[in-house]
């Protein structure tokens, strides 16, 4: 990195570059995906295009958040369910008391 300060117009300008055309070859052989040529190149474009926008992120305000939150969700309450007659009443199959279904190999 240079000894001069960049403003953030031209950082932003430098987002293009800073994914080049190894750093897109590395990660699509890490994902196990073959690119042509082509295809890098038009990803190094676009991953710069990506980053520009993460930049534009930073320049979102922070908001102050509601420090009291309180959980929502009702307590859980144990309640009766089917017996296994039941349960098993309208199945097309059963086998020792469980529901039987189609073999898979």
């Keep these: 990195m240079s000894d001069t300060s960049e403003s ?3 950082r932003g300008a430098d987002a293009a570059s800073a994914v080049d055309a190894e750093e897109v070859k590395h990660v699509a052989e890490l994902a196990r995906v073959r690119l042509e040529e082509s295809e890098v ?3 190094v474009d676009e991953f710069g295009e990506i980053l520009e926008y993460f930049e ?3 320049e ?3 908001v102050d958040r509601e420090e009291d939150l309180v959980n929502v969700m009702r307590a859980d309450e144990t309640k009766a369910g089917l017996s296994q007659s039941a349960a098993l009443a309208n199945a097309a199959e059963t086998e020792d008391g469980f529901f039987k279904g ?3 190999s």
Excluded: I, T, W, Y
Aim: glycine content about 6%; hydrophobic content about 40%.
């Design 8 to 10: 953030d117009g031209e």
């Design 41 to 43: 190149e038009a990803f």
């Design 56 to 58: 534009a992120l930073d």
């Design 60 to 62: 979102v305000p922070e």
């Design 102 to 104: 189609p073999k898979v």
